[in-house]
Every structure is written in structure tokens, then in C-alpha cells.
């Protein structure tokens, strides 16, 4: 690890956070693009621009028809079979027994875990981050239709910094959708830009807090003071998108989803990547660190990336 | 009253609904538009026979900028001056005192008397239902930013029929934006096509049944196959449009809206037009009528449309 990460958390954190009498702003202290663009590049110069400037892109077409019909089939075999389970990596619906969420997706299934290392994610990570990457969580999210419930706003990154021990902000989410992606269906609300700014969060960190944090976030998110403010200076951008669509975005950008009272359920395969130089340290705000299924421990394995189709 | 409907209801109930045993699918028995289009129709050829096929219709542009400020400057005034009240006219969010809705609302300032009058509502409202009309109810809406509730999918004639006497499908609702409305602030959605069949629901009506029906209703709404056969016949659509859009919907089409996590509430002046030959008779199928600030009963009175602008 990074002599500049031990003095980070020996003397002085730089993105403090649950602090118990405030809340607070504080600019940026990383980059967000860590590569210099050139032709080899994952992705357009336009897009890296976009993504260094609103903390989130929306691909689409990267995938065949055929790859995302895979995943699907594979997903509902997954959710089929861990209906009801009292594993730790199984969440469900607060009202109900129906999964919402599976983790350590890339250990459930062997397209899975070729999925999470594919070059159209993995290799767009690594130029983003301009490091090797290695998982740090992943997961497949399901928003059942008539009663899919709401995900409030948050950055990714206060809570991982928190209680995971995340030092700095050098890590991407890759959403892949697995169904329609609608504003009307619960689709990813982003605040395009959000990530320039770290909302330091008022209230300490309730002990085991993530036991009801995945089900409803309440500690670790920004006041409605500041994400009415936020949203005045950046708006609300919807990732909407068919299945197949992949929506990536920065560890420090707020989003959010609403509940979903249609027919159509929500899906996704959700990977986050950080940079094998990032690796977490003990929390910055949290007596202990979350359990190695929501936030991966230990020495960082660089991802080898999977070339060509997943099927 | 007519003669038609006296028979309707002594001999038997071409819209029945609330059954203990059953939900049926019953073909609309009544016209969409009840007038012919001419060059004197309020809204144009095209505008009549998108109502007419699809159950709603949405209208830009028909308000200028200083009338929609009058009506967002006192609808704020009203609901300051009724925060926290028990009067049976105010209902408040299920978790808090804040204002959702204001019935009467023509009752509570003489602006918003004038625009339950206006030609642009109830002009059209007279020309779509053939007749003259009156107010079958009304309301200012208010759904908060953060926190607002979705409300579920329903056929506004389902209810009104079974708890207010409703006869015929010869009702249609106004709702005039106040603010902006996107789908990720709770826009109201709209079954386009919908209007055209009668789920006739299961469930028969608890006493009292609209004071928990106006915070949750869950008797009077179709089955979860019912609402995805009809989402896959006919697809969902958004009414958005920034604040002064008119929103109009026959009283059949399956509509409801979603939670709104956004620091952007929703908010609209809601009139529903009744035919006064549409005039209310008994309950068909609850065992009292709802109070008359949900569904005016006695004599219909023909509104006398008021022309010009509203300030």
C-alpha cells in the first residue's frame, strides 16, 4: 500500500465524514479520469470528457441480443434458487421474501464471473481509474414491479470510505441492465457533476448499521438542505436504457431511485472496480469494517480481463 | 333524473364491481367524446380523437406565465393557512402533517372558483361529455419532494360508481400542472387505450372505506395480472410537461404514480366534470355514499364558464 495512504489515515482523513454536530462540503481532493485519453482507449475522447465532467456515462449497444438473453436466464435461475435464503449475500424486499439483491455476483455463476471481468466493463474501469482493478463489490439488483421500493440519495463513496475504509476516490460503478430502464419503472437517478463535491454527513455510524442500510439508507446520506442544493446547481439526469444498456458512474456521484408501482421490474448486474492501489484500510468512521461480501478485504487481485463474447 | 338511469339501477348494474368471488373485464358501455367535432369544438380534430382512443390528453401553452404564478402563489397560501388541520376537506401525508390535498378547492378562494369555470377546463370538459357539467369533485394536490407516496393504479369510475353512484362513464378530470412534472417526481401515468374496458374488481367495500382509500387504496383496484395484461396491451406513458399543462383523462383510464424521492414536489388543480345528466343515484356497491366533499351529490348546478383570463 501506498506510503501517501498510511500518513492519510495516521494523520489527518481528508474526506471526513458522521460527524455528529455537522455537515459539511469539501471540494474533491482526486482526480477523476486517471488515464490520459489516447486512440487506445476503451472508450471516445467525448465520452471520457463526459464522464470526467458529470460522474456518470450511459453506453448502449455494447452487448449482443444473445449475451443479455444469457444473463437474464441466469439471473432468474440465481433469483429462483436462493428464493427465501437466510444467506448474508441474499437481501430481500423489506415486506416481503422476494430477492432484491444477490452479492459476490462473480461466485454464483461462471457467466457471472466472466461477466465481471469482461473488457466492455473491467477494461473501461481500468482506463477510467488508470490502475489494475479488483472487485469491491458486486451484485445483481432486482426491483420487482407494483411494489419495488425506493433507494434514497447517496454517494457511494461516503459509505465506503466510512465503513469499508476506502481511501480515496478511485473507483466506478458498471451497471449492466438487465431489463427496460424507465424514469417510470425506478430507473438510476444520477446528479450529473455531484461528484466534484464530497458531502461530509452529519449523525455517527449506528453499530452493524449496514444490517438496515441495505434495506433503507438513512445514515452516511447528504441533508435535504444539501441535496435541494445540489440538484438546483446539477439537475437529475434519468439512466434510461433498454436491456443491454451499461451505465457506469463515479464512486462520489449522488443518486438515488424511486419506488416502482408498474408492472415492469427493475434489473441489473452491478460491479464495482477500484484500483488495486486503493485498497481499503481499517474504516474512517465505523468501529468495525462491513463484512467481506459488501466490501472485498484483504490483498487486491488485479481482474484478468475476458476478451470476445460471453457466450 | 332520466328515466334510464332509474331502470339502470332498479334492474341491474351494467358496471358492476366489488365482487367477493371475482374480477371480470366488462367492455365500456358508454361513449369516449359525446359530442361530433366541428370548427367550434375547444380542441382540434386530431386532439378529440387522441382523447377519444387513447382516455387522456395532454395540452401545453393554453395559460400564460402571470395566471399559473397567481394560482402556485395561492394554492401556497392555502396550504400554509390549512397545515395541520382536521377538517375533513384537508388530508395529510401518511407519515407526517404536511398538506397532500385540499378538496372543495373552488370553494377556498375565489381564483380557484374562477378557474373550475375557466373555458379551457370546463369548456372542453362540456364539449367532451356532450352536456352541460358539474363538479363531481375537486382538489388541489401536493405531493412533497423526498418523501412524497406513490398512489396505485385505478380507474377513478370504479370508485365512483361503487361508492359514490356514479351511472355512466361520463365524467372526465382536469388536472392543471402547478409544477414541473418529470416521471422521477411522481408525473402522473396513463394506460393510454385503458378507458376503453371496465375492470370490474374483487373485494367488497369496508365501511368508510375512502378514509384509508385516500392515503392507500387497496379495495376497487385491478389484480396485479389485470394491471400487466394491460400494461402489455397498452403500454404506460408519463403526463409530463413544465408547470401550466393541462392534463385531461376520461374517468376510466387506469392511471397512478409513483413515490417521489427528488427535492422536486409535484403539485396540480384537479377538477373532474360530471354530465348533469350523470347525476349521482345510490352506491352501487357500498352501503353508504362517501361524504360530499368527495362526490358532490343533489342536483347537479351547471357551472357558468367563466371567459378571459384568470388575472
Not at 487506445?40 to 443479455?68: C, H, Q
Not at 473488457?119 to 489494475?132: H, K, Q, T, Y
Not at 479488483?134 to 470510505?161: A, C, M, V
Not at 451505465?247 to 408492472?263: A, E, R
Request: contains cysteine.
Amino acid at each position: 500500500m501506498p506510503l501517501e495512504y498510511f500518513d492519510l489515515r495516521a494523520d489527518h482523513d481528508i474526506y471526513p465524514t458522521r460527524q455528529p454536530d455537522r455537515e459539511t462540503w469539501i471540494e474533491r481532493q482526486d482526480p477523476v479520469v486517471w488515464s490520459d485519453w489516447s486512440d487506445a482507449a476503451p472508450i471516445s475522447r467525448a465520452e471520457t470528457e463526459f464522464f470526467d465532467r458529470n460522474g456518470y456515462l450511459v453506453l448502449k449497444g455494447l452487448f449482443e441480443p444473445e449475451e443479455i438473453a444469457a444473463l437474464v436466464d441466469t439471473a432468474s435461475e440465481l433469483r429462483g434458487a436462493l428464493a427465501g435464503s437466510d444467506d448474508p449475500t441474499v437481501v430481500t424486499e423489506p415486506d416481503s421474501a422476494a430477492v432484491r439483491t444477490i452479492f459476490r455476483l462473480e461466485r454464483t455463476h461462471r457467466l457471472m464471473d466472466r461477466l465481471s471481468r469482461d473488457r466492455r466493463l473491467a477494461g473501461i474501469a481500468r482506463f477510467l481509474l488508470g490502475d489494475e482493478v479488483s472487485i469491491h463489490q458486486s451484485r445483481l439488483n432486482y426491483k420487482p414491479g407494483f411494489s419495488g421500493k425506493e433507494f434514497y440519495w447517496h454517494s457511494d463513496f461516503e459509505t465506503w470510505h466510512a465503513e469499508d475504509g476506502m481511501p480515496r476516490m478511485r473507483a466506478v460503478s458498471a451497471s449492466l441492465l438487465l431489463t427496460d430502464n424507465r424514469a417510470h419503472n425506478g430507473a438510476l437517478m444520477l446528479m450529473p457533476g455531484s461528484h466534484k463535491t464530497y458531502v461530509s454527513c452529519q449523525g455517527e455510524t449506528p453499530e452493524n448499521n449496514f444490517e438496515n442500510s441495505l434495506k433503507r439508507q438513512e445514515i452516511g446520506t447528504p441533508s435535504q438542505q444539501s441535496l435541494s442544493d445540489l440538484a438546483r446547481m446539477h439537475g437529475i439526469e434519468d439512466a434510461e436504457g433498454p436491456a443491454g444498456t451499461l451505465v457506469l458512474f463515479d464512486c462520489n456521484t449522488i443518486h438515488g431511485s424511486n419506488g416502482n408501482i408498474t408492472p415492469q421490474p427493475r434489473s441489473n448486474a452491478f460491479f464495482v472496480y477500484n484500483a488495486v492501489s486503493n485498497a481499503l484500510v481499517e474504516p474512517f468512521a465505523a468501529e468495525a469494517p462491513r463484512p467481506d461480501h459488501l466490501a472485498a478485504r484483504g490483498t487486491p487481485r488485479p481482474l484478468s480481463l475476458h476478451d470476445g463474447a460471453l457466450v
